[in-house]
């Protein structure tokens, strides 16, 4: 296993188009987190799965954003209707449950344009 | 609500030095608290994860204290190379919903 992978690395997008993130967490690793940062901050919770259960959700999170893990494996991220606001780098982090240390992909970086 | 804060923002020092890096918390029920480091565009790296009921992790050449009853910990890291350079973030998990609260980061420059 080599990690959090998150594709793509890098997507462009105009206005008022709808984008798609993957991540696929660490296999075995039952927790998986979105978070989303932009230039010189730190990352902001997003949405957090413990298996398939979506059992948090950040009010950053607007109905523009859903979010998916069907399965309990990788996990999706939608944007609807994209506006300049949401170019951020989007980033992925799985852990196991439990007092465990979380380990993020390299994340999204998403530019609406 | 919990705030993570980090000082100093950016940092400068010539390679081979020791130097500290501070994070503070202002909610001191947390389950864990982790160092991360973010090299410019990339996503992140844990460094080291404390356990609330520890006082401190080493990796290496970093090692990284926790006190929980004043809120704040430090990385420490020991003779500085321009590798070293980078975003270094510190982030807290709390008792109540295991989220990551984050700090904004100290950007570290290490001279040759």
């Known amino acids: 296993d080599t990690g959090v992978s998150q594709n793509p690395r890098h997507k462009i997008t105009k206005r008022g188009q709808n984008v798609t993130f993957r991540c696929d967490p660490i296999s075995e690793h039952n927790r998986l987190y979105w978070y989303r940062q932009t230039l010189g901050q730190g990352p902001e919770f997003l949405t957090y799965?413990?298996?398939?259960?979506?059992?948090?959700k950040s009010r950053l999170l607007s109905d523009r954003f859903s979010a998916e893990r069907p399965k309990g494996s990788f996990s999706t991220l939608e944007i609807q209707r994209t506006e300049q606001g949401d170019s951020a780098m989007y980033l992925c982090a799985s852990s196991l449950i439990g007092n465990t240390e979380a380990f993020f992909g390299q994340g999204t970086r998403l530019t609406v344009v | 609500k919990q705030e993570v804060t980090q000082i100093p923002a950016a940092l400068s020092v010539p390679e081979g030095e020791n130097l500290v890096l501070n994070c503070s918390f202002t909610?001191?029920?947390?389950?864990?608290l982790q160092w991360f480091r973010q090299d410019p565009g990339k996503g992140l790296t844990s460094l080291l994860l404390?356990?609330?009921s520890q006082r401190e992790q080493t990796s290496g050449r970093l090692n990284a204290s926790l006190d929980k009853s004043s809120g704040r910990s430090t990385l420490y890291i020991a003779a500085s190379q321009p590798g070293d350079s980078a975003t270094y973030l510190c982030?807290?998990?709390?008792?109540?919903?295991?989220?990551?609260?984050w700090g904004a980061g100290t950007k570290l420059i290490i001279k040759p």
């Open positions: 404390i356990q609330s």
């Open positions: 982030a807290v998990e709390n008792d109540s919903n295991y989220q990551l609260i």
């Open positions: 799965f413990q298996n398939e259960a979506q059992l948090e």
């Open positions: 909610d001191s029920a947390i389950y864990n």
